[in-house]
Each structure stands twice: as structure tokens, then as C-alpha cells.
């Protein structure tokens, strides 16, 4: 991979100032992009109940065409992946055979798509899949999950034999290649925000004493199993990872977390991936510090999950001026499909209704205009 389109974290490169600086293309992997803004992943549960794509899905996508990447809904590579109800997967004919008609119309549009490659790990509830959920550790996660019966606390995941971690991370390439066959430009695998990939970096969520476990090392050997089969099954260039380091969310803390994240940059960077997806969920010093020891395409999401307020305009310039090659922006994209216009033409960005994230249907999904056009009455 070439670094020729980003600034070199030991010696930075002027950055554009204002919008400019979001608006610049950029080289990913085999992708040339148009402007440097990501739309994040986010998951809207408007697939069907079996884990199909959808048509509305497909419109959503395609109404946001205009990001110079877009990261799909997070995607279950196994049924035993799922976390939620209503979310897609990437696991049987049938739900790659679906997902055409969102990167094909993603494509008509002009746009660049990559899928999320979530597994829940033990964010998972029988209620969900069908399953106990699997873990590095029986050790459940914080708080309650969204079953088909209603909010449900995590039940205790079973521990994975060291036999069958192999089998979790080769889940991820063989979704990705069901992917990549489904029109995908690539795929990213999510390592962030407690689930199945955070859950093996996390020395609360792992207490496992084998090759996966313990030490640093043996912490991040998950991580680096399920990317590395993932790279050589569609090609690096093709591959991203998104990691949230001391996030803490839904109990997956780390003791240690710009050594556990620097640790595992370390090993990712012999892979040449096509990015990394850094969420900024670290004080700015420690975020600065995976910037210099990452050497290749780094998108920052630049808001903590949990900040009540979405990032926007001011804070993507930010972390374009801090080195970030690319930055991602979530709720932001919401209720303005028209986002990169906006930021361009520094024009008030409107606000989503968060009572509809997940409800399912139309409203708070499809009906938020662009400029200049009136919202569908629904």
C-alpha cells in the first residue's frame, strides 16, 4: 500500500484547512474515493427476520452514495455471530444473494460500500439465535440485550475450547468472501465496542490461560488470526479492522489499552491492510500515539460512543488536522443523506429522531431530505 495520499505521522504534511480538508480523494487499498468522509457503521435492524437485505436498505444506502466510503449495518458472519434481532447476515446463500441489490444500487449511485463483519460473541442472547452464545471466557457481558421476547440480561456465553477459535475467526473470512461475491468493495472487521474481537483484547472478558489468552500476546492472537484469514481470503487490500481501545462498553475493559492496541497495530501492520478504523474512545495523546505507530490509511471516528452529541463538522476538520486520513461520521448521516454537501457548503446539518433508530420501517429512515427537497409525510 502506498502512502502517498496521507501525511506521514513522523513528519505531517500541511493540511487543507476547513471542509477542504474532507473533501481531498483519497487512495484505500484498490479504492479510489472522492472525499475523505466515511459514513460509520451503524446498525438500523431493518433486515428480515432470516437476515436478508432489503429493498429499503438498499435506498438507504444508495440516498448516502455520495460518502467517499460508506461501512454497512454491522453483519453476523455466523448465525452463532448474531446479536440482535433484525440485523443482516452473510452466512447462507440466501443472504448474499440479498445484499446485491444494496451494493448495486450503492454503486449506480457513484458510491464505495464495505460490510461490517460483527460477531456478537457474547453479546448474544438463545432468545436471538437459537444458541448459547460463545465467549473466550464464561464470563457474561454488563447490562441487557434486545431479544424477540423483549430486553433480556446476557446470559453467561460458553467458553470456546481452544479447538474452536479457529473456526470464529475463519467465520470472518468466509463471510467476506460471500461478500466480496455479493458486490462488496471490501469488508471490515469489528473489533470494537465489547464484541466477539474486544472480548478476546479485554483481560476481564478473557481470563483464558492458552495461546489466547494471558499475556498481551496472547490477547490479540484472536484479532490477528481472524484478520490474517480474512486478508488471505479476498485480499489485504480489501480489508479494514475497527477498534474502540478502553471503550469498556458492555463490560470488555482492558487494563492496559494503548499497549494492547499498539501491540496489536504492531502485528496488523505486516498485513498491509487497505485501513484502520480508530474510534476515540482515548484521551488525545494515546489516540496521537496509535496514529504514529499505525504507518498505513487511518479513519478516526472522532466522538466517543457514548457522547450524547453526534460528531459534526468541526470535529472531523479536527481530526483531519491531527492526521487522521479519513474520518467517519454516524449519526451525522442519519438525517442528512446529503452530508458530504453540507460539510462542503459548511450548511446546518439536521437532527435525527433517536426514537426511530430501530423501529424498523420507513420513518427515521428513508423519509430525511436532502436540501431543497420536503420530507415524505409517513
Partial sequence: MSNDDHPSPSAPAAAPTGADALLEPVTVGRLRLPNRVVMAPMSRVRATADGLATPL?????????????IVSDGVQPSLVGQSNPGTPGLHTDEQEASWRQVTGAVHDAGGHVV???????????????GHQPVAPSAVPATGQTFTPRGPQDFPVPRALATSEVAEQAASYAEAAVRGVR???????????????????????????????????????RFAVEAVGATADAVGADRVGIRLS????IWGAHETAPLETHL?????????????????????????????????????????????????GRDDAI???????????????????????????????????????????????????PALGERRRAG
Wanted: aromatic share 8%.
Fill in 57 to 69: 436498505m438498499a435506498t438507504y444506502f444508495a440516498q448516502r452514495a455520495s460518502a467517499g466510503l
Fill in 115 to 129: 460490510a461490517q463483519l460483527m460477531h456478537g460473541g457474547r453479546v448474544s442472547h438463545p432468545f436471538t439465535t
Fill in 182 to 220: 455479493a458486490g462488496f468493495d471490501g469488508v471490515e472487521l469489528h473489533g470494537a465496542n465489547g464484541y466477539l474481537v474486544a472480548q478476546f483484547l479485554s483481560d476481564d472478558a478473557n481470563l483464558r490461560t492458552d495461546r489466547y489468552g494471558g499475556s498481551t500476546t496472547g490477547r490479540i
Fill in 245 to 248: 481501545p478502553g471503550s469498556g
Fill in 263 to 311: 501491540a496489536l497495530l504492531a502485528e496488523l501492520s505486516r498485513l498491509d491492510l487497505a485501513y484502520v478504523h480508530l474510534e476515540a474512545t482515548l484521551p488525545d495523546d494515546d489516540l496521537l500515539a496509535l496514529r504514529r505507530a499505525w504507518e498505513g490509511v487511518l479513519v478516526v471516528n472522532p466522538v466517543h460512543p457514548a457522547s450524547p452529541v453526534p460528531a
Fill in 318 to 368: 479536527r481530526w483531519r488536522r491531527l492526521g487522521a486520513d479519513l474520518v467517519s461520521l454516524g449519526r451525522a448521516f442519519i438525517a442528512n443523506p446529503d452530508l458530504v454537501e453540507r460539510l462542503r457548503h459548511d450548511l446546518p446539518l439536521a437532527a435525527a429522531d433517536p426514537a426511530t433508530y430501530y423501529t424498523g420501517g420507513e420513518r427515521g429512515y428513508l423519509d430525511y
